[in-house]
């Protein structure tokens, strides 16, 4: 494993932007609890010594609002390779971004999308789940004008997002998918007024994300407070300054200035990250508790998956999912095996935890491990599993 690299490769002109992406990335990786020296930074000056093809790389471009554009030939080298780069300009994609990543969806900068620059590379690498998943918890005669204003917000920032009144199809059970949705989000945005706790489904919600850990940002509203939670919790004290209005308790009209939109956005992207992590890490502990109590030989790799010793030096493999298992699942799973050449992989399996997922999704999964070569495995039934397999 030590000679296998996930390479960050940063080209053009990052000295003209405020930011440190190397030490915001390890940041992020020291969250994530993972081996910092599983990572590779290159630029031009170590391009050809460090650079192999045969590793996972994301690459980064600066433009210049000058024009000026250089490091262009590993630019070419990243793209034959079939590395994803991500374009980063300040006002022009098409004066700032050389014409060989003109096909590339870019990024015009800000700081406060520095999180979301990080997460990009973490999500390429697989590290961090490509489905960017929030949940809106609100009360309807309270605060749906900011919350409708929310998810569009999100939505226009690559979110995946759940709201009430838009993303329930007609003749679904409401609220079975409603928290089959929860246990699928990455943060749940919660709007904090007045009245949110008197709704016996609000205070339901507050109570789903404890059991889930799933994390919260709080927007708390003026003259208002903190409501108590016991789920990873991000609180967001708002004041009539943040309205576009001081008429901040009309549900029908009021709305949230730009800035502040733009830095819930970023607390979201933030705790995405941190939350997911620390999602993966009790699973992993409550596996990993389940196998020793019953004698399995198991271990925690610094990538953050469990193996189990076999005979004829094999292992088995089980990967923590968060939220409800995918195909791209098991694919960065397979990749996973890539990296381990040290011994063999009998069998491998994406361990999930099953609470409030709805049963056709279960049993959708229960009936693919009939076929694919790698299986799931729910939380609830861990022990049982691991006794009679």
């Not at 994609?93 to 590339?104: A, D, K, R, V, W």
Request: hydrophobic share 35%; with cysteine.
């Amino acid at each position: 494993m030590s000679n296998y690299k996930y390479q960050l490769v940063q080209l053009g002109y990052l000295s003209k932007y405020p930011f440190d992406l190397k030490k915001e990335f390890l940041s992020a990786v020291e969250e994530l609890n993972l081996p910092k020296a599983s990572f590779e930074f290159i630029n031009h000056s170590n391009f050809d010594a460090k650079f192999k093809k045969n590793q996972p790389c994301f690459g980064i471009y600066y433009g210049d609002v000058l024009g000026n554009q250089k490091h262009l030939k590993y630019v070419q080298v990243l793209l034959d390779a079939g590395v994803p780069v991500l374009p980063i300009f300040n006002d022009s994609f098409s004066t700032e971004i050389p014409g060989l990543l003109e096909n590339q969806n870019g990024l015009k900068f800000e700081p406060h999308l520095v999180s979301k620059i990080v997460n990009l590379c973490l999500e390429s690498f697989g590290l961090l789940r490509s489905t960017r998943k929030v949940f809106i918890s609100y009360k309807r005669n309270e605060s749906s004008s900011v919350a409708i204003q929310l998810y569009e917000a999100l939505e226009r920032n690559n979110f995946d997002c759940f709201l009430d009144t838009h993303s329930i199809k007609q003749g679904e059970p409401f609220q079975e998918e409603l928290w089959h949705r929860m246990t699928d989000c990455d943060v749940i945005v919660l709007l904090n007024t007045p009245g949110f706790l008197t709704s016996r489904w609000c205070k339901e919600e507050i109570a789903e994300a404890g059991v889930k850990k799933i994390g919260v940002v709080q927007l708390i509203w003026p003259e208002h407070k903190l409501a108590a939670t016991d789920e990873v919790c991000y609180p967001f004290p708002l004041t009539k300054s943040n309205f576009e209005s001081e008429d901040f308790n009309n549900a029908k009209t009021s709305r949230l200035n730009e800035n502040t939109v733009s830095q819930i956005i970023h607390e979201v992207e933030s705790l995405r990250a941190r939350n997911l992590a620390s999602r993966r890490d009790d699973l992993i502990t409550e596996f990993l508790n389940v196998g020793k109590a019953i004698g399995r030989k198991m271990e925690v790799q610094p990538q953050r998956f469990i193996t189990e010793s076999l005979p004829n030096n094999k292992r088995k493999l089980f990967v923590p999912s968060i939220g409800i298992p995918r195909s791209f699942d098991c694919h960065q799973s397979e990749e996973i095996m890539k990296e381990i050449a040290e011994y063999e992989i009998e069998n491998l399996y994406l361990i999930y935890d099953d609470l409030r997922i709805r049963d056709k999704w279960l049993n959708h999964l229960d009936w693919l491990n009939g076929y694919l070569e790698i299986r799931t495995l729910k939380k609830q039934k861990f022990e049982e599993w691991l006794k009679n397999n």
